[in-house]
């Protein structure tokens, strides 16, 4: 695979990159708390963002397929790489949980060996004013990149330690076909979302719409970033800095003015694809905004291109994994939207892998997830052929 590196001409703003504290003067920027987990998991998935952007616009090889069937690529590893190995040097007596483990890497040398190319690729800063080294935290050898992915791939459950969930590739299937995928962590305590951090390198960052074959293919994207309690913001991502802040906030939901419009994922077998579609039916919501990435729709949420989604999954014992919704669910929330289960329960991370407490999702705008929420639950638990009257 030709994978180009970042150019070392550039080091001199991703010095002053690195330097930048995320916080500013103002009641409409964030806080100081959290801010050193902030900064930092702006680094850690700008770098990862920038990796998987280079390596899915020279994509020469297929995909891989995991034990589960499931399908992961070079980059997926080679993102998690980084993730870890940024937020682990900093914040060394955190948990973390991520996607992928090493078991494929171990088994196949020649594999392993064309991630750790990758991984050698990035250009690493060190800036020793102070503790902005990050970037030089990278692994040294195969065996350590090893580790380092195993670091989150093999954790199952963090109890009630700091735990910062991982999605090196939210969406590999788009990832491979050039369409939208998303890189995200979130931090967590006490089973909350605290911090909240999403890349979406094809997402453009004037976007007020999105589309999976609509792509950023002369930039890369924008990151979209909250702290629980201190609003949502978006950031342009440029090859080797982040630009300015922009605060991200939804209108209140106007029900006589405002048409509903889900985002959906039309291909997923894991959702009850006909209950989706009956709901959107009876609401005249159609068409949707098809996305695959959890993340990306999360994204789609935050800046306004959709105002609900629902996810009934075929299997009524079915859990989603933590990591497809840590970050995105809370920007969401930040940008001033609701997110529920299925029974108005917020969304417990305390548990390890999976969201283990709740059942199902609803997300909206606040008023409109009311109604919304009543009508899904109904919809979920009664029998398809039966009528159904749309709330008022």
């Given amino acids: 695979m030709a994978t180009k590196p970042i150019n070392n001409n550039n080091q001199e703003k991703s010095q002053k990159q690195e330097k930048e504290v995320t916080t500013m003067t103002g009641s409409a920027t964030p806080s100081p708390d959290y801010d050193k987990e902030l900064r930092i998991a702006s680094l850690a998935v700008h770098r ?77 800063v060190e800036n ?43 969406g590999t299937a788009t990832f491979i076909r050039g369409q939208q995928y998303a890189v995200s962590v979130a931090l967590v305590e006490d089973g909350e979302q605290k911090v909240g951090v999403v890349g979406c390198p094809n997402l453009a960052f ?34 080797s800095s ?3 802040l922009q ?21 997923s077998g894991i959702i009850h694809q006909e209950k989706h579609k009956f ?27 959709c105002n609900a989604m629902i996810r009934l999954p075929k299997d009524k014992d079915h859990r989603f994994p933590a990591w497809d919704h840590a970050g995105g669910m809370l920007i969401f929330e930040e940008s001033g939207g609701k997110v529920t289960d299925l029974y108005g329960r917020p969304f417990n991370y305390a548990l390890g892998r999976s969201l283990a407490d709740n059942e199902g999702l609803v997300a909206a705008k606040p008023v409109l997830h009311i109604d919304l929420l009543r009508y899904t639950r109904y919809v979920y638990g009664r029998n398809k052929s039966k009528r159904c009257i749309k709330p008022t």
């Fill in 247 to 267: 605060r991200i906030f939804l209108s209140p939901w106007q029900r006589m003015g405002e048409r509903i419009t889900f985002t959906e994922s039309s291909t």
């Fill in 128 to 170: 020793d004013d102070n503790d902005d080294r990050a970037l030089v935290a990278g692994p040294q050898s195969i065996g350590e990149m090893l580790s380092a992915i195993d670091a989150a791939g093999g954790v199952d459950g963090a109890g009630g330690r700091r735990t910062w969930f991982l999605d090196p590739v939210d």
């Fill in 242 to 244: 982040l630009g300015p």
């Fill in 206 to 239: 004037k976007s007020t719409s999105v589309h999976e074959e609509v792509v950023d293919r002369d930039g890369y994207g924008m990151m979209l970033f909250a702290v629980r309690g201190q609003g949502a913001y978006k950031r342009r991502m440029s090859l």
């Fill in 279 to 305: 709901i959107r039916d009876i609401l005249f919501a159609n068409p949707v905004v098809d996305l695959y990435s959890m993340q990306v729709k999360y994204a789609a949420l935050a800046i306004g291109a």
């Fill in 48 to 124: 990862a963002s920038i990796l998987t952007k280079i390596v899915q616009r020279d994509l020469d090889t297929g995909p891989l397929c995991k034990p589960d069937g499931s399908s992961v690529t070079v980059a997926d590893f080679a993102a998690q790489v980084i993730l870890v190995s940024v937020l682990r040097h900093h914040f060394p007596d955190d948990v973390f949980v991520g996607e992928e483990s090493a078991s494929v890497l171990r088994g196949d040398p020649l594999l392993a060996r064309r991630v750790w190319d990758l991984v050698s690729t990035m250009t690493w």
